[in-house]
């Protein structure tokens, strides 16, 4: 339930806060003095698209806020599905308050509960607490889609899984037979990439690549193309290390060995040092054995490096053709000629997919379609009912269910189609063309839809066009009745309307400053009185109060 609303400088409303009751709640005014402007605001905070116009001119940003109270039972649910993870920092104890903040240059900035929330979250919130109605709805009433949607509010629990399930399964289906076709259309491109995919597959093959090899061989190439170098280099290093004249680095540390093992002999804390100057004379003779093979082995072999060149040219090729990771290109084509070789048996696969996907579809159409049944059944009687209750009660309504091409939703169209009085012939809605008499049936609908949660609100905004006199009493009658279970606040030009209300609010338009803007009050007693003497005639005067006190009455 909405408790109150504020409003700062959207249009031409400057400030205005407005305290709303439970039950039926009524704004009247005189026309153009700005009664859908409550309607715009509050359709702003409830995240509808708002344009930076909406900006009262001359002021930085509008701001609309609003007090929600919501029923303890449904609370945490509500606020879950609409804002997921972000409801449990809302504040909602003493109130939901949303708020909306629109800049001139059109930005926006929601919150709820004090927590910052994207405009959609606010929107899905809105959807959950308010059933927004207008007069402008009478041309989506008219609507396939917007008809089939009413008619699946009432479907049983199982024909919504049925329904949610076929949903999935076209898509899946659709997805299947497009990749089938693409299949069967490209037979020959299919073949010449197998043909293509079969000579990389052998080249490769072939050729052996090796990353390993790669790198060994270049070692290989640098080591045959500098076998002088290395002869002169390693030979002169074993010369160091002895020589034929014993003074390389082997005959110097023998030497030394010698030495310091005479003077071990009388100092044994020189064995330690004998100890590593021993492990160094071994380790000089391990490395000039080394060198000494390394040498023996060494060689200029023309022949040998040629290979080697070729060999490395050869492998640097496929790189250049296939990228660096030849190896790994490999691996994928072997992997995709596997597959465009296995096509036929894909194929099979999803031809027998398509098959199994289009016996269940129709299983599920066949139990949506029941269910249709049903709902028409319930959908046609709770509105023929709330007719009668609209002084249309020898006006017949039918949701009839017309076959349709399949679809994703099932294989069936809803046609509304009234009887506007007996002995006429059927009509479908969307070609009636009585104003007051679609408001009606369009009222009708919407109330026997319920589709809002406990304890939200609905909010009519003219809905009553075209209608007057006892229609109009009924219409009130109907909607102060709404109002025992849900609160109900309506725009109206209507008296007979507005006497039914808990609360009277009314618009008007004035200059102050040099600028026009919409004053918001509520109106009670004797105030309450003059303004539905307005309404009755168009002026004041002592018929006119009387009739309005006649309605006070009746709608006590």
């Known amino acids: 339930m909405l408790t109150e609303i504020s409003v700062e400088n959207v249009a031409l409303i400057e400030e205005a806060t407005l305290e709303l009751s439970p039950g039926l709640n009524v704004i009247s005014g005189e026309?153009?003095?700005?009664k859908t402007?409550?309607?715009t605001a509050l359709q702003m905070l409830l995240g509808a698209r708002s344009r930076s116009e909406t900006v009262r001119a001359g002021a930085k940003r509008a701001?609309?806020?609003?007090?929600?109270?919501?029923?303890?039972?449904?609370r945490s649910s509500v606020l879950e599905e609409a804002l997921g993870d972000l409801a449990e920092e809302v504040e909602a104890d003493d109130g939901l308050v949303l708020r909306r903040t629109l800049t001139e240059d059109g930005r926006s900035r929601c919150y709820v509960g004090g927590v910052t929330?994207?405009?959609?979250?606010?929107?899905?919130?809105?959807?959950r607490m308010v059933s927004y109605h207008s007069h402008r709805e009478q041309t989506r009433l008219t609507e396939p889609a917007e008809q089939l949607a009413i008619l699946d509010d009432f479907l049983d629990e199982g024909a919504v899984e049925a329904k949610e399930e076929r949903e999935a399964l076209w898509h899946a289906v659709e997805r299947d037979r497009r990749e089938l076709e693409e299949i069967t259309a490209s037979s020959e491109a299919r073949l010449r990439e197998i043909d293509f995919l079969r000579f990389q597959v052998s080249e490769l093959e072939a050729a052996d690549y090796s990353a390993q090899e790669l790198t060994d061989l270049t070692r290989e190439r640098d080591r045959l193309r500098n076998v002088t170098d290395l002869l002169q280099s390693t030979a002169a290093a074993a010369g160091t290390l002895s020589s034929d004249e014993g003074v390389g680095a082997i005959e110097a540390v023998a030497r030394s060995v010698s030495e310091l093992e005479r003077a071990a002999r009388y100092d044994e804390t020189l064995s330690a040092l004998l100890g590593r100057l021993g492990g160094l004379s071994a380790e000089l003779e391990d490395v000039l054995y080394e060198l000494r093979s390394y040498?023996?082995?060494l060689e200029a072999?023309?022949?040998?490096l040629e290979v080697v060149e070729d060999r490395i040219a050869a492998l640097r090729a496929l790189e250049r053709k296939y990228g660096d990771d030849v190896e790994g290109y490999l691996q994928d084509a072997r992997a995709r000629l596997k597959r465009m070789e296995n096509l036929d048996e894909e194929t099979a696969g999803l031809e027998a997919r398509i098959h199994e996907g289009e016996r269940r579809l129709g299983e599920l159409a066949a139990t949506i379609s029941n269910g249709r049944e049903r709902a028409a059944e319930i959908l046609s009687a709770k509105v023929q009912e709330i007719l009668a209750h609209l002084n249309?009660?020898?006006t017949t309504f039918r949701a009839e269910l017309v076959p349709?091409?399949?679809?994703?939703?099932g294989v069936e169209r809803v046609e509304f189609v009234i009887r506007p009085n007996p002995g006429e012939p059927e009509l479908p809605v969307r070609r009636y063309a009585s104003g007051g008499e679609l408001s009606r049936i369009m009222l009708a609908i919407r109330l026997a839809q319920e589709r809002v949660e406990p304890g939200a609100t609905y909010v009519f905004d003219e809905v009553d066009a075209g209608i007057g006199g006892e229609t109009a009493t009924a219409v009130g009658a109907k909607l102060r009745e709404l109002g025992e279970r849900n609160q109900v606040l309506t725009i109206t030009h209507l008296p007979q309307i507005a006497s039914e209300a808990g609360t009277h609010v009314v618009v008007s338009k004035e200059e102050a400053g040099g600028r026009t803007i919409t004053r918001i009050r509520r109106v009670e007693g004797e105030e309450r009185r003059r303004e539905l003497a307005r309404m009755l005639s168009g002026r004041i005067d002592d018929a006119s109060l009387a009739h309005a006190s006649e309605l006070l009455v009746g709608g006590r």
Do not use: H, I, Q, Y
């Open 63 to 74: 701001t609309v806020e609003g007090t929600f109270v919501l029923p303890d039972v449904t």
């Open 392 to 394: 249309l009660a020898k």
């Open 295 to 297: 040498l023996d082995e």
């Open 301 to 304: 072999d023309p022949n040998r």
């Open 404 to 409: 349709n091409a399949p679809g994703p939703s």
């Open 31 to 34: 026309t153009g003095a700005g």
């Open 37 to 39: 402007l409550l309607a």
């Open 117 to 127: 929330v994207p405009v959609r979250a606010l929107a899905s919130l809105g959807e």
